[in-house]
């Protein structure tokens, strides 16, 4: 399958299971899972930084127009992916994975602590910023960064299960012929 249709098949499962499932869902008030957000996580290496801020855009704008929020998710989504080629570029040395895989993964970054830092790094910042937007005040600070904590847990935690339960298969490039 092209890169172009399976990331286009990804944009619409992870909507349709974040707005009719997870938003559905009532864990506590301080619990939000987010699972839509793999969708930047699993972007390939080489997209371009227009393409990655520009497709996390319609991803946040697609969520907001579920949820009638004016943008919060499109802002936290751009911020993500804004983000996103920074955190990569410390984990990954140089000359490593970005050049030999395709896209984020456990396999293409060296293990599950890089890629467990890389995706706990974006999905807090994701997280921390939305519920900022929505209250739009650190009146009570402890509310908020328990939420952020706990809804970035189980977002992580998400994250996790879905990449275990659809691993990516992803060939080890070579520059040979």
Not at 3 to 25: A, C, G, P, S
Not at 54 to 81: K, Q
Request: hydrophobic share 55%; aromatic share 16%; with cysteine.
């Amino acid at each position: 399958m092209s890169t172009i249709v399976k990331n286009i098949v990804r944009f619409i499962v992870l909507i349709l299971f974040q707005v009719y499932v997870l938003d559905k869902v009532r864990l506590h008030q301080l619990v939000t899972p987010y699972i839509y957000i793999i969708f930047i996580l699993w972007l390939p290496f080489k997209i371009s930084r227009t393409m990655l801020m520009l497709l996390s855009f319609i991803l946040g704008f697609t969520i907001d127009s579920f949820r009638h929020h004016p943008g919060f998710h499109a802002a936290a989504c751009v911020l993500m992916a804004y983000v996103r080629p920074f955190i990569i570029n410390l984990l990954i040395p140089q000359e490593g994975a970005e050049t030999n895989y395709e896209e984020p993964s456990f396999r293409s970054m060296g293990g599950m602590l890089p890629y467990l830092i890389y995706a706990s790094l974006l999905i807090f910042m994701h997280n921390a910023w939305l519920f900022l937007l929505e209250a739009w005040q650190f009146a009570d600070g402890w509310y908020f960064l328990v939420k952020t904590i706990f809804s970035t847990a189980i977002s992580l935690l998400l994250v996790l299960i879905t990449e275990l339960l659809f691993s990516r298969n992803q060939k080890f490039k070579t520059n040979t012929i």
